[in-house]
């Protein structure tokens, strides 16, 4: 079974808009962790928002928000404001277990966004 | 901010030869790195973790024979593409961790291997 789904292969948003990507998990670990990451046309990975599975709040950094459901098993990114430089593919990841064993990240399939003037 | 760098960034080779990327953390040490490797317009899929002079741990399916990971020093991992074949062109990513007590791992700008 699939343990990170990101269920949109390919979002469109109009330019200064909010856009929502979604992602779900499994894990039977009360520890866990969950990222979002952006990767652009060139390859790199770039970090944008963490949520702890014991955190309370939802995390937020900047234009970025992750709507964190853990009765649903769900951690969606919400980018607010949408700017056409925030065309990229964008990655949900788990880590399963504390931060301090191990540390390995599942991906999931993907998100390709694209933003339109 | 943690930079990691891999060099080379893209590579070209013949088939059967070997391969050598490596994957530095510049300015922090890593006690842990981790190997990915990404199809084109695939996801980054696991292939091992290595941690600072012990042994690395292979994920499910990945050849240990065919993929030699060394993690020589805090700031150093090398991934070695033994006898390369076309199906082993793809995208590898390297990651570091500074500390068992780090969430965040960062992850070098990848090399892209082509295989011909």
């Known amino acids: 079974a699939q343990k990170i789904t990101q269920t949109q292969p390919g979002m469109f948003v109009q330019e200064k808009e909010a856009v929502t990507l979604d992602c779900t998990y499994d894990t039977s670990d009360p520890s866990y962790g969950l990222f979002w990451y952006k990767q652009p046309s060139s390859g790199e990975m770039i970090f944008l928002i963490y949520?702890?599975?014991?955190?309370?709040q939802n995390a937020t950094e900047g234009r970025y928000s992750l709507n964190f459901q853990k009765a649903r098993k769900s951690a969606n990114l919400v980018i607010s404001a949408s700017q056409l430089g925030d065309s990229a593919m964008y990655f949900c990841a788990m880590r399963e277990g504390p931060y301090n064993q191990g540390g390995k990240l599942i991906f999931g399939q993907g998100t390709e966004l694209s933003v339109k003037p | 901010g943690a930079v990691v760098s891999q060099h080379p960034s893209w590579v070209i080779c013949k088939s059967g030869t070997s391969v050598k990327i490596e994957c530095r953390s510049l300015d922090f040490q890593a006690t842990t790195m981790f190997w990915y490797r990404q199809f084109p317009k695939q996801s980054l899929m696991l292939m091992a973790t290595s941690n600072e002079g012990s042994k690395a741990t292979y994920e499910q399916g990945v050849e240990k024979d065919k993929f030699l990971i060394n993690h020589a020093s805090l700031t150093l991992s090398t991934l070695t593409v033994t006898s390369a074949h076309p199906e082993d062109s793809s995208f590898y990513i390297c990651?570091?961790?500074?500390?068992?007590?780090?969430?965040?791992?960062?992850f070098g700008p990848g090399t892209r291997l082509t295989v011909l």
């Open positions: 990651s570091a961790r500074p500390g068992s007590y780090y969430n965040e791992q960062f």
């Open positions: 949520q702890g599975s014991y955190d309370q």
